[in-house]
């Protein structure tokens, strides 16, 4: 099925098609994301206006939309041009103003001739403790009282689109509404008490009371679960595929792991021991592994990758970690050298700086096999890079890896394993949304003894006592990390910033003690600034976010944030957890720029709260909507019209659960629900996943 099924071409057509569209206003919608009806149906009212006829203005709220009969009285034109027409309107208990601006008299005088009883609908407001109703939106007749709704729905509008085009439109794409078979589950569906598709577009358009506008109204929610649930069918079924494409077994026989473990100064936590059994169980199975490692900052994701690549090695294969940056691919590689060298383990580095004779001879070793373990940066990905016998691809810290991206990877079609770590713990409702296709492992458990880190939010004001206790701090042997704002969109000012920091903080602390680290520097400038913190001989790293993911030295113990109130919360937390790992106490200065604004205080007040990810990212999710959370358009997942991210987690894994099931049941959607299945895929655009089944 690579063509549209007819039942829903009604459905794509142009917009034009509908009453009071034309090719001007169609181009005006445009600017709401709607191009087609089907966009349309799926923009539904996020508000609504009481229209019940009511006896009086006397007495009511202002201001307030009211309708009320009245009897017409004198006209007043304005002395001025500029000034009000005013008409008097008697109601049954009171007298009202009816006021026009720019008003045409000879249209007015028609439509509220004098004496005549009318029906007038809009915003009553008093104006010098007179009520009046500027600009009625109905003035008629009594008799044709229904052509005002009850209640009326309010749109989303943009420019050249008014509410009344809006209603006009919407009523005429909804008679377009063609009947379709069932997609969801019945039992599902009867649970939840949910409508048939049709009548539940038909009722979100129509709704008669405000509470019908809410997120849990059965037709909403319907509605809501429908994108979900498309967007899990893709999920699905790329899932599917993956399972479908041959994996390789591979069992280790666990002497490499015994060797490491044994040299560990430490033992691997509760949940680092069930990531590994999920993982060793994966590899162990003709499948190909597609799991994702979530966890939060300092759990301990590195080893427990390090171990996954080992029980590659232990079959006589071999693995890759790929890293997000050059820093931390290097970083991972200090980590594990001496771990490969207790298991006698040959790991090695490429990156995008290896060019030439050293680079071709990594490759050589590599397609050897004499290259066990290859730690790397996108690099490791390039085509010319070829394994021995490649098990286990690691991608770590890729919360820029998109749903899409991982596909194409997948379809490559080596027999490889995936293991995905996520730099950050996500909220439930988008780890479902971004990592649906894959299985999950979560660390959710640190190791132990790790000290609290003090957190303090103190205003940008206070920065010379701000250095005069970093001065005191450094006397006494600490380090710190000093990170730089974050200039959107513009990487120049982003390290200008950090230059004159930088320059700052040496004039003021000494020169040798603080060092500095941007993107914009030449590598081996970076490397030497990075390793002499690292070793202890600057005692200060002024950075851009460079140092955002992953960075690792123990030794490090204060964190100061200059304009945190430009971070993600994510991003934070992310950053503060670079100190916090060793033994000694840490503390975390949030540096903001007064005035903050109340959520600006809010979202820095939960980081002084609590540590924990998990519980941070759902506030993050909660303040900023999911649309900033994720780049969108990278990470693959929809926009979605109805749904919410923000408040539907369970939606979410409802509609996963459902779609797992029905691909399980009926991998080629070919029964008479996967069917129904298949339009749903149409009708949600959901082209990756038709691309899969017209190819599966
Ligand atoms: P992340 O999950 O943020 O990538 P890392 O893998 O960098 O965390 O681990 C953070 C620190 O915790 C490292 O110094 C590592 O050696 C240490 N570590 C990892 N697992 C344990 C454990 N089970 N017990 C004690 N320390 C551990
Ligand atoms: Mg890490």
Redesign the pocket.
């Known amino acids: 099925m690579s063509t549209r099924p007819e039942i829903i071409f009604p459905l794509f057509s142009a917009l034009t098609v509908l009453d009071g569209v034309g090719p001007k206003i169609a181009k005006n919608f445009e600017n709401l994301g709607i191009t087609r009806p089907r966009d349309l149906l799926f923009t539904l009212p996020y508000s609504g206006i009481k229209r019940d006829l009511v006896a009086t203005v006397q007495g009511a709220e202002f201001p307030n939309v009211l309708t009320v009969q009245v009897t017409v009285g004198a006209h007043k034109v304005g002395r001025t041009k500029s000034a009000a027409y005013r008409v008097q309107a008697e109601d049954q208990e009171t007298t009202f103003q009816l006021v026009f601006f720019h008003a045409r008299g000879d249209y007015l005088k028609k439509m509220l001739p004098v004496g005549a009883t009318r029906i007038v609908s809009g915003k009553v407001e008093l104006f010098d403790g007179v009520a009046q109703m500027v600009h009625p939106e109905y003035m008629i007749a009594p008799e044709e009282l229904h052509t005002i709704p009850k209640f009326e729905p309010i749109y989303p509008l943009t420019a050249g689109v008014t509410q009344k085009t809006m209603v006009r439109a919407t009523r005429s794409a909804v008679t377009l509404i063609p009947d379709l078979a069932e997609w969801i589950d019945p039992a599902q569906k009867q649970r939840a008490g949910w409508p048939d598709w049709r009548d539940a577009v038909r009722h979100a358009h129509e709704p008669t009371s405000l509470a019908e506008l809410s997120a849990t109204n059965p037709a909403r929610e319907r509605l809501a679960y429908d994108e979900f649930f498309a967007h899990q069918l893709t999920l699905s079924l790329a899932r599917a595929q993956q399972r479908r494409a041959k994996g390789r077994v591979t069992q280790g026989a666990g002497h490499l792991r015994q060797k490491v473990l044994a040299a560990l100064a430490?033992?691997?936590?509760g949940a680092?021991t069930r990531a590994l059994a999920d993982i060793t169980a994966d590899m162990g199975d003709p499948h190909r592994m597609n799991r994702l490692l979530q966890?939060d900052?300092?759990?301990?994701?590195?080893?427990v990758a390090f171990l996954s690549l080992l029980i590659a090695v232990e079959d006589g294969g071999q693995g890759v970690l790929m890293a997000p940056t050059e820093i931390l691919a290097r970083q991972h590689l200090e980590a594990l050298a001496p771990l490969a060298e207790d298991a006698q383990v040959v790991i090695e580095l490429l990156t995008g700086r290896n060019k030439g004779r050293e680079r071709r001879e990594k490759l050589a070793a590599l397609a050897r096999g004499d290259i066990h373990i290859l730690i790397g940066t996108h690099a490791v990905f390039q085509s010319d890079v070829e394994f021995h016998d490649l098990r286990l691809a690691i991608i770590d810290e890729q919360h820029r890896f998109g749903v899409r991206q991982r596909m194409e990877l997948g379809q490559k079609g080596a027999a490889v394993d995936v293991l995905v770590m996520t730099a950050t713990p996500i909220p439930r409702s988008l780890a479902l949304a971004q990592y649906g296709d894959m299985d999950v492992s979560i660390?959710d458990e640190k190791?132990?003894g790790r000290k609290p880190i003090s957190t303090a939010v103190v205003s940008l004001d206070r920065i010379n006592e701000v250095i005069a206790k970093l001065r005191h701090a450094i006397a006494e042997g600490k380090q710190a990390y000093w990170v730089c704002p974050l200039v959107e969109e513009s990487e120049v000012l982003d390290y200008t910033s950090a230059e004159d920091r930088f320059k700052r903080l040496r004039a003021a602390l000494g020169e040798g003690v603080v060092e500095l680290v941007h993107g914009q520097m030449p590598n081996d400038q970076k490397d030497a600034a990075m390793a002499r913190f690292q070793q202890g001989e600057a005692q200060v790293l002024v950075a851009t976010t460079v140092i955002e993911v992953?960075v690792?030295v123990?030794t490090a113990t204060i964190m100061v944030i200059e304009r945190a109130e430009s971070f993600g919360l994510a991003q934070l937390h992310q950053l503060r957890?670079r100190v916090g790992?060793g033994s000694d106490k840490s503390t975390c200065l949030l540096l903001y720029k007064a005035p903050l604004s109340e959520t600006g205080r809010r979202r820095l007040e939960v980081l002084r709260e609590t540590e924990d990810g998990f519980r941070i990212s759902e506030v993050d999710l909660q303040m900023r909507g999911a649309g900033d959370l994720i780049g969108t358009a990278q990470s693959g997942i929809p926009r979605f019209r109805i749904a919410d991210m923000e408040s539907m987690s369970s939606l979410m894994a409802t509609a996963q659960s459902d779609a797992r099931k029905l691909i399980n049941d009926d991998p080629n959607l070919t029964s008479a629900r996967g069917e129904a299945a298949r339009v749903l895929l149409w009708l949600m655009d959901q082209d990756q996943a038709i691309r899969l089944i017209s190819v599966g």
């Open positions: 430490y033992d691997p936590t680092q966890g900052v300092g759990s301990g994701k590195t080893v660390l190791p132990p992953g690792n123990p957890g790992r």
